[in-house]
């Protein structure tokens, strides 16, 4: 049974009617108590997974995707789609999370300790995420995160701050593991915010059943001072649509995608536009990254792929592709906080139990400065983040805000990690500790644009 079913009045368990209780609360009611069930122990996930993925060589794979599934049309084909409200804004400068996104918070993480951090190091080696950790991320209802109730999601207004406290924690326990698990939900958001009615009951119901899609973001590409802005990418108006033609890089899950959400080129305006997996003239290749391996990164490659003219998701101005940008920006700020954090974490008691020359090495000033940089450069991200997160929840402009955390968490971000793997000395190079993984995946903030988005 799904989460949001065993939510919903006459659930499982007992649970009340939801006209008592913030839809917020449902959802962390709901995560306690498969937390303190046998979700854990029926997925195996209290000890290490034993995994079954694939493997790339230097050359990478190459194959052509197949659906694996039929996404009906549904809906009224013109009629504008189910939009969330604003999160109310109390003009207080309080970044405090509510009650209900903390117990959230402390759910996640606990996922992420528990599942996330023990499998990080196999999933890093083997370029995939174990399936029974994506299944439980389902469980615990990571693609319902970003949608109004009405679509069958749980949230009442825009969820952009609760999406960033759930990405934050889940990087705390690996970043590549929590990207493969916020690719499908993202692309659910997406289709929330700005699909039309015959798209959000077309798409939204597979995301919101028993059976999640994987689904992908795809607006990287692998050109030299390529311009997420500009996409090289580009969509010819045909009689019946639309001709896609270009390449899209570091697509999360993108061999496993029923679903992608692409930027292409149209009419001189970056566009966004629904592509399925069964789309003649899509091909995927592997595309294994430095770093945030665990998402399964692949390349899309759109050779005369022709999609519908309802493939269009939000506007053709460029006013959606540009918001989407700043989501995902902010998606990766937010991931970029919660292995920051993690870096911070693992060197301060290393530095203090570390001995060199009959004393703790955190005695030394250098060291003890740096340890000191980091909380405070951890620290400005964080707030950058969550202030540019409250105003997008707020439906408010928050380009200026995403712009300034975006750089703070590329340049300290990066910084934290080399400073991470400097303070353990040769232990920092080596893969008996994680820092060398976060300092690979702190890299990409800079780089990724797409693939996630809050």
């Not at 999360?252 to 997996?277: H, K, M």
């Not at 400073?419 to 780089?447: N, S």
């Amino acid at each position: 049974m799904s989460l949001m079913n065993a939510l919903r009045p006459g659930g499982r368990n007992g649970v009340p009617s939801t006209e008592s209780r913030d839809p917020i609360g449902y959802l962390v009611a709901g995560l306690h108590r498969l937390a303190q069930a046998d979700l854990l122990d029926r997925v195996g996930l209290r000890r290490q997974t034993e995994q079954a993925v694939f493997s790339v060589t230097r050359a990478g794979f190459s194959t052509i995707t197949k659906a694996s599934r039929t996404f009906a049309r549904a809906g009224t084909k013109a009629a504008p789609g189910v939009r969330p409200a604003p999160a109310v804004d109390s003009g207080i400068f309080d970044l405090t999370p509510t009650e209900d996104e903390q117990m959230l918070v402390d759910v996640v993480s606990e996922f992420a300790a528990e599942v996330l951090r023990p499998a990080a190091a196999e999933a890093d080696h083997a370029c995939a995420a174990p399936d029974p950790l994506l299944k439980a991320s389902l469980e615990i209802g990571l693609p319902i995160l970003g949608l109004p109730e009405d679509l069958g999601g749980i949230s009442p207004e825009r969820s952009a701050m609760a999406g960033t406290l759930v990405a934050e924690a889940l990087a705390h326990g690996d970043m590549g593991l929590a990207v493969a698990a916020l690719a499908p939900g993202s692309v659910a958001t997406a289709i929330g915010l700005w699909g039309t009615d015959q798209q959000q009951q077309t798409y939204l119901p597979a995301f919101t059943g028993d059976d999640v899609p994987a689904a992908a973001l795809a607006l990287n590409e692998p050109a030299v001072l390529a311009d997420v802005l500009l996409p090289r990418t580009t969509a010819t108006r045909t009689a019946g649509g639309y001709v896609l033609d270009g390449v899209k890089s570091l697509v999360a899950r993108g061999a496993d995608a029923e679903l992608y959400v692409v930027g292409a080129l149209l009419d001189g305006q970056p566009t966004l536009f629904l592509v399925e997996s069964s789309t003649d003239g899509l091909r995927v290749e592997a595309d294994p990254p430095m770093g945030v391996r665990a998402a399964g990164m692949t390349r899309l490659v759109l050779e005369g792929a022709r999609v519908p003219a309802e493939a269009v998701l939000g506007a053709t101005d460029g006013s959606t592709y540009r918001e989407a940008v700043r989501l995902s920006r902010l998606a990766w700020c937010a991931l970029a906080v919660g292995t920051g954090q993690a870096v911070l974490d693992y060197v301060t008691p290393y530095v203090k139990e570390r001995q060199a020359f009959g004393e703790p090495i955190a005695h030394r000033q250098s060291v003890a400065f740096m340890v000191a940089d980091m909380a405070i450069e951890l620290q400005s991200m964080r707030l950058l983040t969550y202030r540019a997160a409250a105003r997008a929840a707020a439906g408010k402009d928050f380009a200026r805000e995403v712009a300034l955390a975006r750089k703070a968490c590329a340049d300290k971000g990066m910084r934290i990690g080399l400073d991470g793997v400097q303070l353990l000395g040769g232990h920092g190079f080596v893969k008996e500790h994680p820092v060398e993984r976060w300092y690979r995946d702190l890299r990409a903030i800079g780089i990724m644009e797409g693939t996630v988005l809050v």
